[in-house]
């Protein structure tokens, strides 16, 4: 029997979330079409006879190519993430290479047999719902680890990734930048996994923006001894991890048998806590899968999993924040060969010919001489739909690229897919000769209009009264793209998580009767030392992708912040002076983004909390729960 099993599960809550930030989406159309810019950052209070120069700065602020989306250069606040005061790093955050065994390459995936020797009860059954990157990562590092792992169920509600008819225009569709966090935490499992992940993608450190048809300006180019970012499909991605999965099983069969069970095409309808069950629709029934000893949900911004932990959680202790980016909204599409009026090795971003229009275009070149092409705009407004200062060529294509969500309107006809056609190219010239523009034109209009959420928790694991519960990526921490690190940071989630298990649970030589309870404060102990390593990890890359969130700077400290970000625009910290641009020290270093805040207090109204506070608000939270005695006595009366 092969080891990894595949059957019909289902991952609930599920965010069909792009790379791209709707508010960057917003912001790029407001400033284009009333050059009126009302984006809350740090410089919110610029005239707007300044824009043009903001704009060519805030450009080469964000110079580098995998977080770049339309929209993004207009955020000139880029301040930085909470740093500890012991100078945490990214390596001593979510990675331990010390404690993670490294496997050989061909090694097949085992749990440690010290481990499974012990006493049968201390083995684990994780549930993981999710198989995006982040839930696919996580059962990479737990089988891999020297956890005594009995089983993994990962659900999913969408189809496996590597079946092509079903994923050709479904989700999963846009390119991922994996920058050095990313890199970092794939590598933690074995540089093997590495090296599959990337085969499938293409490596890309060049930027270009092209302000017309005729005009366009390199904001980066490849340095020497930086190890370039991999742009990748989100569905290759996935398909990476699952295949090595495969081959590492096949491998060695037997110590990977039946440990790993993935649940494709099906839908999780519930989460119990009480039960440590999970329950899964099949057919016209709901069936419980568990019980479960660990819960984690790498569920997206609508985490069902999240859902779960807030119902049995007392009151006043778990919270959380969930918005929509609106009006910004996209859609993407993937074509086989790069437009060829393009540099098939350089990310572009290209502005319309009518500025005014509040669309912009993103291609990413991708494996095999492909590209993936983002078309952001923002959903008009019930006054903008009605308004005829515009030429209506123009509002047709907003219209007709980006209908509201909700609607149902049927794909176009072959008359729509040619005049589609012909509006693309006469605003993006760059985009004429395109092969396959008719298949790019569809894909366009079978797609449901995406707008991105933003979510903002407290704490990232359940309370000490029901089953160990954790969240990950966007369950926990979502910015919709702004920074460019939300599949890193997802990524890093996993391995953190992991970490904190290796570190803490620990089986022990006590007595069969006492190996529920010690097991299960293990587990409470290792999902809460994970909330408190990453929710301010969250937090400050929250506050990196959206600065203020609607408050002002005073306005001296408005117009320092602004000088600052123009010297390290120019500069980047050559000859001394200035320092790289936000969006480069995230994508190109392992600071933390706790590290990377504090450096740049200045940009904010509050202060960072110090890490101190931190760990009282967390342990305060946590301890409420434990003396509210709430979670499961609640649900069972």
Known sequence: MTAIDRTNGGRAGHSNQSPVTNSMVQSAGRLMASHQHQHTTAHSTVVPFMHIVVLLLALLTTASPHVWH????????????????????????????QRRPQLNPGTALCSSPDNNQADPAWGLSVGIVGAGPSGLLLAHSLVQSQLPIDKIDVYESRSDPRD????KLAGRAYALGLGVRGRTAIRSVDETLWSAVKKRGSECERFRLHLTSKF???????????????????????????????RRANANSESLANIVTFHFDSNITHVDLASSAISVKEGNEDTQKGPYDLIVGTDGANSIVRHAIQTYSPPDTFSFTQRRLLPGCFKVARIEKMPPLLDPDSVGLILPETKSLGITTFVEPTVEGGACILFAGRLPSSDEASATDTDGEEMDLGSILFPHPDSKEESGSQSDIETIKKLIVDQFPLLEGTSGMEDMVQQLLFQRTSVADSIKCNIYNSNSDVTATAICGDAAHATGGVSGQGCNSALMDSVALVDCL????????????????????????SVSSYSQKAVPQ?????????????????????????????????????????????????????????DIRRDREKYFVEDFPSDQLLREELGQVYRQGIEEGYGVSKHLN
């Open 70 to 97: 339309p929209g993004t250069f207009f955020s000139l606040h880029h301040p930085s993430f909470v740093p500890s005061s012991s100078a945490s790093r990214l390596q001593s955050w979510s990675t331990s290479s």
């Open 164 to 167: 092509i008819q079903k994923q």
């Open 216 to 246: 366009n300006v390199k904001l980066r180019d490849r340095e020497d001894g930086v190890e370039p970012s991999v742009l990748i499909y989100q569905t290759d991605l996935c398909a990476a991890l699952l295949d090595e999965l495969d």
């Open 502 to 525: 290796l570190s803490i649970y620990q089986p022990t030589n006590v007595s069969t009767d006492t190996v529920k309870t010690t097991k299960r404060a293990m587990l409470h102990q």
């Open 538 to 594: 969250g937090h400050a890359l929250y506050d990196l992708s959206f600065g203020n969130d609607g408050k002002t700077l005073p306005i001296f400290r408005n117009i320092r912040a602004i000088s600052s970000n123009a010297i390290d625009a120019i500069f980047g910290g050559r000859f001394g002076i200035g320092k790289k641009p936000l969006q480069t020290l995230l994508a190109s270093s392992l600071s933390s983004f706790v």
